[in-house]
T-cell receptor, first 110, second 115 residues
Framework: DAKTTQPNSMESNEEEPVHLPCNHS???????IHWYRQLPSQGPEYVIH???SNVNNRMASLAIAEDRKSSTLILHRATLRDAAVYYC???????????FGAGTRLAVHP | GAVVSQHPSWVICKSGTSVKIECRSL??????MFWYRQFPKQSLMLMAT?????????EQGVEKDKFLINHASLTLSTLTVTSAHPEDSSFYIC???????????FGEGSRLTVL
């Protein structure tokens, strides 16, 4: 499994953009980059995933470096509900297991 | 969207008793389910992979006789913590992979407190 490095914690103010970085320098060529988040006392929820191209959905955008060794999850306007632990996970897809790293704890201030 | 339900959401039990946690996929079939354990301020740790109709595959260091996993149908997997002790107190989370699409969905988690 590819190792990931994320900041332990980050802070943001409400309605400001947030850029959450992730290094995954040992990612294999077939691994997708998945992002999940976990709100307090809940199970993780899917945020976004991508392979090479940048991706957008209603929750966030994912910017993937050209060499695929890093990616950035972008929350365009943080809300208080976005306070959570964000996990970046390289994953080959299919029926393989999902291994969680330490993640980044995001605090959002009013 | 697809829902994975865990029951109970929280349970308190006495040391030495066994506790069963259910994980159900409510609107899809799941050939494969995963069980995780999460201690306070830590990340999720994968315990085992549960495959419908076959034995679970446990991660290294997880005692299969202590954490019994049964996946008897395409919509239900159960985790039984046998002879629970205070150190088994944790947040247990399941996830289910939809058969066909391969999408992965997580349950809300079950908090176990062993007194």
């Amino acid at each position: 499994d590819a190792k990931t490095t994320q900041p332990n914690s980050m802070e943001s103010n409400e309605e400001e953009p947030v850029h959450l970085p992730c290094n995954h320098s040992t990612i294999s060529g077939t691994d997708y980059i998945h992002w999940y988040r976990q709100l307090p006392s809940q199970g993780p929820e899917y945020v976004i995933h991508g392979l090479t191209s940048n991706v957008n959905n209603r929750m966030a955008s994912l910017a993937i470096a050209e060499d695929r060794k890093s990616s950035t999850l972008i929350l365009h306007r943080a809300t208080l509900r976005d306070a959570a632990v964000y996990y970046c996970i390289p994953h080959s897809g299919g029926y393989n297991k999902l291994i969680f790293g330490a993640g980044t704890r995001l605090a959002v201030h009013p | 969207g697809a829902v994975v339900s865990q029951h109970p959401s929280w349970v308190i039990c006495k040391s030495g008793t066994s506790v069963k946690i259910e994980c159900r996929s409510l609107d899809f079939q799941a050939t494969t389910m995963f069980w995780y354990r999460q201690f306070p301020k830590q990340s999720l740790m994968l315990m085992a992979t549960s495959n419908e109709g076959s034995k679970a595959t446990y991660e290294q260091g997880v005692e299969k006789d202590k954490f019994l996993i049964n996946h008897a149908s395409l919509t239900l997997s159960t985790l039984t913590v046998t002879s629970a002790h205070p150190e088994d107190s944790s947040f247990y989370i399941c996830s289910a992979r939809a058969t066909g699409t391969g999408e992965l969905f997580f349950g809300e988690g079950s908090r176990l407190t062993v007194l």
